[in-house]
């Protein structure tokens, strides 16, 4: 006894439902990057020095459109702020000698000042580095969900 087989799955479908899984999970990537970038701001300013404030209200998430109508998220510094006195103050110089020379976690150049070590005693980081270990801090995690969603949606496409 012979049984023929017949796929009532064509190749058109096979490669729309790829594709379609692709774009889910492209959108999908874009929103939890979004999320993540900020996550990665919030941190940063947790760990961030404190003196006026303005450092923290400095650390910003940017979203544009790249290459190829890619999503890319920023995380950075506000070159300049409105100070209390309305005056224009660059946050960029400070920012920039705070992340490489603070101590602990920078050069040691700088250390903590009084604020920052107020700061420091209920939120554990405070320091210079604050946005490369903000970054760090969620590296793994970023690419385990990436991962995770990327897997997930190739699969279903798998077994429509």
Do not use: W
Not at 132 to 145: F, P, S, T, W
């Amino acid at each position: 006894m012979k049984v023929k087989l017949h796929a009532n799955y064509s190749l058109t479908q096979m490669m729309a439902d790829l594709v379609n899984a692709s774009d889910r999970a492209t959108s999908h990537a874009a929103r939890m990057m979004r999320s993540e970038a900020q996550t990665i701001a919030d941190l940063a300013i947790r760990f961030a020095p404190f003196d006026t404030g303005l450092l923290e209200q400095c650390i910003k998430v940017r979203e544009e459109t790249g290459r190829s109508r890619r999503k890319e998220f920023s995380i950075y510094i506000e070159p300049s702020a409105v100070g209390l006195n309305g005056e224009t103050i660059n946050v960029l110089k400070y920012a920039s000698l705070m992340e490489l020379g603070l101590a602990p976690y920078g050069s040691g150049r700088f250390h903590l000042g009084e604020r920052s070590q107020e700061k420091a005693a209920g939120t554990p980081g405070v320091g210079g580095r604050f946005l490369q270990r903000a970054v760090k801090a969620r590296q793994g995690e970023i690419g385990r969900k990436l991962r995770e969603q990327f897997t997930q949606e190739f699969s279903q496409a798998r077994k429509r």
